[in-house]
């Protein structure tokens, strides 16, 4: 069975919610829709306070060429445009809608049919995919639409769905793989189209049986999609290990996937295309795991854009009282969140509801050179060194050691027996590093 | 004569003992021809020396001699030796300080640039924060790299405020003159103003800029506001007992000009301010702070006290 080669760790899967249908969240009272829920620019409001807005109406466009337009979540009144608290307590903007009923812009197809035939040409489906705002929903939230205009001079030849979900815990591509199976293969056949590729594979680690087994059945209604069983191992869902392990190509050190031909999407995202093109609806909904060992009911729960963490906690069976942490994202690679009013965004894959005893970290101890995070790194960097230049602010040394290639996976922070806070080291040195070489850039 | 033979042949060398042997004549030559060699290339460096000759102002080691050492570039050069560069090439002191050497350095440097000496405010580093954990309860618990500048990029701090102090201690390591210390109750730093040199290290090391060099004051006695909170007063005050919520009553107050509001926070002008100790009683959360100045008297004896504050 295939994986990627370099490093990985195999963290306890702990899938409780595996078994949960998706639950529908009924709507909130108000929600907090945040201009920037984008890896790039934020967008630009487009309405005043006051304003009447229905689900799925343009409230933000996104201008910058990597930046994603934002839409109502709801039908309501906007009641202001302020700043608020985001999960790590610095104030972002937001777009803040009284709700008040549940109507749709009338062009949206509510019907629960399957669509099947693909109307749209090339252009007209990225467009559309502009519009309804969509970023990878895998949780680094790239603007999807700039993922499928390839570089001229540059060729794509396979298009990777990534339905690995290898963060321990979280359960949302997995249950929308069992029970949105058609969609998402004909959203798989639209993005085929788009990037104009005659083959595309879906990745599933095999703790996943029953999702492969059902995708396996499916697909051979539909020409050139395949589904590809992979070994269970952190951090198998990452991009580059994902290409990686189903193409045994690598993506050099600065480069994009494209240029080895192949461009990966999440099913979370292949399913959003989908609603967009064939039902027209924008990206303004998205299922979230709530999970967590001493929490009632772990669910799947679609969830609209903006409903506060604290109802779908609620929803779950409430705040268990030992809880000593709730993390937005997987336990590797996400953050815990510093208040419970934060609204679901677009990137939330999760959250998961640590216990007191589990939620503290290791203690902390010296590094004593074992080496272990440089044989897990899957990008082959040797975090120690990166950490400790960070530590001391030697930015070229870290630069050197090609911090930019880090895929933030943790898993260097996860093997480490002295309990090094290695991941938030290196991410401190990469932000720095990426604004150094940024500045650069401009001056020269 | 046997036994230097087997000598030879068991250790294949020749003892020292055995130098009478050689050519006295080897030794000689090898002399001459090392002297000679020397003097070549003596010759050689005479004229490159002459041709390439660096003509340093002398000034710039007396200058040096002068500076206290440290290189802790607080005056913004790398080195005390740039700094003395610096200043013998400027002939002057403008925009020139040594914040370690003050006034004293500038008496004895200025003879030697023939300047006259300007005398200068001493300054001293201050703290704009009060949030200790009683005014700004811990609200979540850090667990992840123990310095400010990393917890300054991935949270807003324990206590919620996303311009208070950290309390994680940058300041004091990038401190060199053990003027600084950790006050492990209240979790804010405290400044030694005896040992403080005004280098301004830790008003780069503090990723929040709350830190600020002031003028320090006949006494030591300095009024200012310890808060740089810009947020509205409401979400300020949510977080923190002693924030300043930009009421502007102390602007009101101040008779002199000295305290400017500018996005929901006050500032109060070092220069301008008088110590007359207006401001502060209508500060509705406290958080102008009085330093060394006397404890206020009964209400009635105040205005004794503030003629009192103004003479001295």
């Keep these: 069975m295939k994986t990627f080669n370099k490093g990985g760790v195999h963290p306890p899967e702990n899938k409780i919610s595996a078994k949960e249908a998706i639950i529908t969240l009924a709507l909130p009272k108000t929600v907090t829709i945040p201009v920037s829920q984008v890896l790039g620019a934020p967008a630009v409001p487009v309405v005043e306070k006051g304003a009447k807005v229905l689900a799925g109406q343009l409230i933000a466009k996104g201008e910058a060429f990597i930046s994603a337009h934002v839409h109502s979540s709801v039908s309501g009144t906007v009641s202001k445009i302020d700043e608020v608290l985001d999960s790590s307590g610095y104030k972002r903007k937001a777009i803040i809608i009284d709700v008040d009923g549940d109507e749709w812009m009338p062009e949206i197809d509510r019907s629960p049919s399957l669509k099947k035939e693909i109307s749209m040409g090339r252009d007209e489906i990225i467009k559309r995919i502009h519009e309804s705002g969509i970023v990878g929903l895998g949780g680094a939230t790239f603007p999807s639409h700039v993922k499928l205009m390839v570089p001229p001079g540059k060729k794509a030849e396979i298009l990777l769905i990534n339905g690995v979900e290898c963060e321990p815990y979280l359960t949302s591509d997995h249950r929308l793989m069992l029970e949105k199976g058609e969609e998402l293969l004909v959203g798989i056949t639209i993005l085929m189209k788009a990037l104009e590729v005659k083959r595309a594979v879906i990745g599933i680690e095999n703790n996943k049986p029953d999702a492969i087994e059902h995708l396996t059945k499916l697909s051979k209604g539909y020409e050139g999609i395949e589904v590809c069983p992979l ?191 290695l991941l938030d080291e290196i991410r401190v040195g990469k932000s720095k590093v990426g604004q150094i070489i940024r500045s650069r850039k401009n001056n020269s | 004569m046997q036994f230097q033979e087997t000598f030879q042949n068991v250790y294949n060398f020749e003892p020292a003992y055995f130098i009478k042997r050689t050519n006295v004549n080897e030794i000689i030559y090898a002399v001459i021809a090392l002297c000679g060699t020397a003097l070549v290339f003596a010759v050689i460096i005479f004229f490159v020396e002459l041709k390439f000759k660096v003509i340093e102002d002398p000034l710039i080691d007396q200058v040096q001699e002068l500076l206290p050492g440290a290189n802790c570039g607080g005056c913004g050069f790398a080195g005390c030796r740039n700094f003395a560069e610096a200043v013998v090439k400027a002939k002057s002191l403008d925009n020139l300080n040594c914040p370690v050497g003050g006034n004293a350095l500038v008496k004895d440097i200025s003879p030697l640039l023939g300047i006259v000496a300007v005398e200068k405010e001493p300054t001293v580093a201050v703290l704009r924060c009060n949030g200790s954990r009683t005014h700004a309860p811990q609200k979540v618990v850090y667990q992840g790299a123990s310095t400010c500048y990393f917890a300054h990029s991935l949270f807003s701090g324990e206590s919620g405020c996303p311009f208070g102090c950290l309390g994680l201690g940058d300041c004091v390591e990038s401190c060199k003159f053990d003027a600084m210390y950790m006050d492990k109750e209240t979790g804010l730093p405290v400044i030694l103003d005896e040992k403080c040199v005004s280098c301004g290290a830790c008003v780069k090391a503090c990723p929040r800029s709350i830190i600020e060099l002031r003028r320090q004051g006949k006494k030591n006695r300095r009024i200012y506001v310890s808060c740089i909170n810009k947020e509205k007063g409401g979400p300020a005050k949510k977080n923190c007992a002693v924030a300043c919520i930009g009421c502007g009553a102390c602007a009101k107050a101040c008779k002199f000009e000295a305290i400017t509001i500018a996005n929901n926070l006050a500032y109060i002008d070092g220069e301008k301010c008088t110590l007359c100790r207006k401001c502060a009683p209508v500060c509705p959360t406290h958080c102008i702070t009085e330093l060394n100045l006397p404890e206020r008297k009964a209400e009635k004896a105040e205005a004794g006290a503030e003629t009192t504050v103004s003479e001295s």
Excluded at chain 1, 254 to 283: C, I, S
Aim: one cysteine or more; proline letters at 7%; hydrophobic letters at 35%.
């Design chain 1, 231 to 421: 070994k269970v191992k952190y951090p198998q869902g990452g991009e580059k290990q994902l290409i990686k392990a189903v193409t045994r190509r690598e993506v050099p050190s600065g480069k994009l996937p494209v240029d080895v031909n192949a461009v990966v999407h999440n099913v979370g995202t292949a399913f959003a295309v989908y609603e967009a093109v064939q039902k027209n609806k924008p990206l303004f909904e998205r299922v979230v795991t709530v999970t967590g060992k001493k929490l009632k009911q772990p669910c799947n729960l679609l969830a609209r854009i903006g409903t506060p963490v604290s109802m779908l906690i609620e929803q779950a069976g409430g705040l268990p009282e030992s809880c000593g942490k709730i993390i937005n994202g997987g336990p590797m690679m996400g953050k815990a969140v510093s208040s419970m009013e934060i609204p679901v965004v677009k990137g939330m894959s999760g959250l998961v509801v640590m216990d007191e005893k589990e939620a503290p970290r290791a203690k902390l101890y010296n590094c004593i050179r074992c080496g272990r995070c440089t044989t897990v790194c899957p990008m082959g960097l040797e975090p120690y060194l990166i950490a400790a230049a960070s530590n001391v602010a030697n930015f070229e040394i870290v630069e050197k050691a090609c911090v930019m290639d880090c895929i933030e996976c943790g898993s260097c922070h996860y093997t480490c027996p002295s309990g090094r806070p």
